[in-house]
Nanobody, 115 residues
Framework: QVQLVESGGGLVQAGGSLRLSCAAS?????MGWHRQGPGKERELVAS???????YYADSVKGRFTISRDDAKNTLDLRMNSLKPEDTGMYYC????????????WGQGTQVTVSS
């Protein structure tokens, strides 16, 4: 099982920026950031594979940047131009292979964007 610990959440005004970090016990095939807003289902925000393939949800394209450092076992999410609808609990997750779902999850870090 992969241990994942998120940090970097907080309260920020709309238009502001935050950087989330995830410390992993080991980096897997795909690492992703998910979020769950109030009254919403959890959704994949961004992911990056060991081969460098990157996915962004349409709602964050051009504003968020995901990166991984396999030497340091870290996964980052830089979030710019934050909007109130970005509010939610953000989770780091790991997917072991291409044909698996995300099976390892961190405890989450709260991001709150005020208008």
């Amino acid at each position: 099982q992969v241990q994942l610990v998120e940090s970097g959440g907080g309260l920020v005004q709309a238009g502001g920026s935050l950087r989330l970090s995830c410390a992993a016990s080991v980096m897997m095939f795909s690492m992703g950031w998910h979020r769950q807003g109030p009254g919403k289902e959890r959704e994949l925000v961004a992911s990056v594979s060991s081969g460098g393939s990157i996915y962004y949800a349409d709602s964050v394209k051009g504003r968020f940047t995901i990166s991984r450092d396999d030497a340091k076992n870290t996964l980052d999410l830089r979030m710019n131009s934050l909007k109130p609808e970005d509010t939610g609990m953000y989770y780091c997750a790991a997917r072991h292979t291409a044909d698996m779902k995300y099976t390892d999850w961190g405890q989450g870090t709260q991001v709150t964007v005020s208008s």
